[in-house]
């Protein structure tokens, strides 16, 4: 049996199983509903759902989208979030190999999928996310200060076996990464966390000055914070750049097809959110195109 296939396997399980976890944070987070308790239910009918109906993916497509008991659509949502947490799993393990970083950015990404759907759906960013996860980025730079070896600890390559030359590009990768963390993550982190902060506040308070109406939420400013911490000053700035090119885009798209009017709240956390990945697989690059 080819060894690399059972560890996409594998995670493609664990990452399936994760993600229906996620999908219960997502529906009962905002709610302020317990995480472990009580077992899930069908949110239409009430009826407590059994084993068989909760196998991510699989019972989806057996019940064919809709509830056993009802027969009401079961929310799209469920599955894609199962889908979106293996193509985490997966993807992540393609770039980083299983290392530090993959464990780090695998734990962020899964929180922010979690921000994701909620921000789309309830139109917040629940501090119950934010505020620990901004703590642990700074637990994890700390560690990162004292034990520099973590860093550059890589314990299994995706094509290790396959071909030498991509073990170099997982290599090269994971340093970046440490590289940008300078020699002291902890100052770093603290100075992503502020330059999130300082930079949401400033467009908040332009936004008021202005247009004379909310243009940041405060949730959105925790976020930023949140996602300084774990990434550090500079991919943090370009981050937060690529967001508001998204941002920008999406809500001049759902301006002109009418979907919106200048009136209309729109969620700013997921922009946030894809400038954050593409910033983890690109800001390297592009930092090095702007700074040669
Ligand atoms: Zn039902």
């Known amino acids: 049996m080819n060894y690399q296939l059972l560890i996409y396997i594998y995670l493609f399980i664990v990452g399936i199983s994760i993600g229906s976890f996620l ?4 529906y ?7 995480i472990a ?12 759902l059994t084993f068989w109906d909760l196998i991510p993916i699989f019972s989806f497509l057996f019940l064919k989208g809709k509830c056993r008991y009802c027969g009401e ?7 894609i979030v199962e889908i979106l947490s293996a193509c985490l799993f997966i993807g992540f393990y393609l770039i980083f190999g299983i290392s530090y970083f993959y464990f780090k950015f695998v734990l962020l990404f899964s929180a922010l999928l979690v921000v ?9 960013i629940p501090d119950l996310i934010s505020i620990p996860f901004t ?5 994890l730079s700390t560690f990162e200060t004292f034990i520099p070896k973590l860093t550059t600890l890589i314990w299994q390559n995706a094509n290790l076996y396959s071909s030498i030359s991509s073990l170099s590009k997982v290599k090269s990768q994971v340093g970046l990464l440490s590289n940008n963390n300078n020699k002291l993550p902890i100052i770093n982190s603290l100075l992503g966390i502020a330059i999130g902060y300082f930079i949401l ?3 908040a308070y332009l936004g008021k000055y ?7 939420g405060g949730g959105d400013v925790k976020l930023a914070g949140m996602l300084g911490s774990f990434l550090g000053w500079k991919l943090n700035c370009i981050s937060l750049y690529f967001s508001f090119l998204i941002g920008g885009s999406v809500a001049i798209v759902l301006l002109i097809i009418k979907k919106k009017n200048l009136k209309d709240q729109i969620a700013f956390g997921p922009a946030i959110i894809l400038g954050a990945l593409l910033s983890i697989l690109y800001g390297e690059k592009f930092l090095q195109l702007i700074v040669p």
């Not at 999908?23 to 997502?26: R, S, T």
């Not at 009962?28 to 317990?34: A, F, G, K, L, V």
């Not at 659509?73 to 599955?79: D, E, T, V």
């Open 73 to 79: 659509k079961i929310n799209l949502r469920y599955p």
């Open 210 to 216: 202005f247009l004379k109406k909310e243009a940041m």
């Open 116 to 124: 994701f759907f909620v921000d789309l759906s309830e139109k917040i």
């Open 201 to 203: 506040l400033l467009i």
């Open 135 to 139: 703590l642990i980025g700074i637990i």
């Open 28 to 34: 009962r987070i905002p709610r302020d509903e317990s």
């Open 23 to 26: 999908n219960v944070c997502i």
């Open 37 to 48: 308790f009580p077992p899930s239910r069908c949110p239409n009918c009430g009826r407590k």
